[in-house]
């Protein structure tokens, strides 16, 4: 089932955002206590943000791959 570029786009920007969020509060957090709630949300929505933007690539080059007919080796 090919993605579409709609989806790509999306699935895209909101991992970069994600990521993008969670690493500036995880540099500059509001609590200072490194075991405070907001510093583990912070870290999960930068790992789930870099996790979905290496989806969103590899979804569009199997795509590009699929579309260009597949990988000959």
């Known amino acids: 089932m090919p993605i579409t570029a ?7 920007a909101l991992g970069v955002a994600l990521a993008g969020l969670g690493y500036e ?11 405070h709630w907001t510093n583990t949300m912070a870290h999960s929505a930068m790992v789930i943000g870099r996790l979905l933007t290496l989806l969103a690539v590899l979804l569009f080059v ?3 791959s699929v579309a260009q007919g597949g ?3």
Do not use: N
Request: glycine letters at 12%.
């Open 6 to 12: 709609t989806a790509w786009t999306v699935l895209l």
């Open 25 to 35: 509060y995880g540099r500059r957090p509001i609590y200072d206590d490194p075991a």
């Open 62 to 64: 199997g795509g590009e």
């Open 71 to 73: 990988l000959r080796l």
